[in-house]
């Protein structure tokens, strides 16, 4: 690691800690050269598989996206922040372990669908309404029959 002081590259690991959350490594470092103290953090790196559109384009996974997909099925409904943010890490968690480059859009949309019946059915049938693109009232009346 370089010294952000003087660039130099050689420096030592005085002392090593695990953070509080056990997902970054804290690292205290001195440089040989000029003495200067300076902490380095060591996180594990992860990528997010691309996302398969249906039109077959393939583009980022966007945890924004996921964010705003949960906000809107879940809007005005009683579920706090942190239910919302739990089910958003489960999601991405099944990503991360699938252990795929790739995954068609249409599996994510199943992944937000299975968190969001657990958390609240209304939300699940408006989610569930756009994602399946209804267009009459049988439509709702089969989805809320299956919930």
């Known amino acids: 690691m370089r010294c952000p002081f003087c660039h130099n590259p050689d420096t030592q690991v005085v002392e090593t800690r695990v953070s509080d959350d056990g997902a970054a490594v804290r690292r205290r470092r001195r440089c040989t050269k000029c003495d200067q103290r300076f902490t380095t953090y060591e996180h594990a790196e992860v990528s997010m598989p ?23 099925a879940l809007r005005k409904r009683p579920v706090s922040a942190e239910q919302v943010d739990q089910a958003i890490r489960h999601v991405e968690q099944q990503l991360l372990t699938s252990g795929l480059k790739e995954v068609p859009s249409g599996t994510i949309g199943e992944y937000v669908m299975n968190e969001l019946a657990k958390l609240d059915k209304v939300a699940y049938v408006r989610f569930a309404s756009v994602y399946h693109s209804f267009e009459n009232v049988d439509e709702f009346k089969k989805i809320i029959r299956k919930i």
């Open 50 to 72: 691309m996302v398969v559109k249906k039109n077959g384009n393939r583009v980022e996974f966007n945890p924004e996206k996921l964010h705003s997909s949960f906000t809107l």
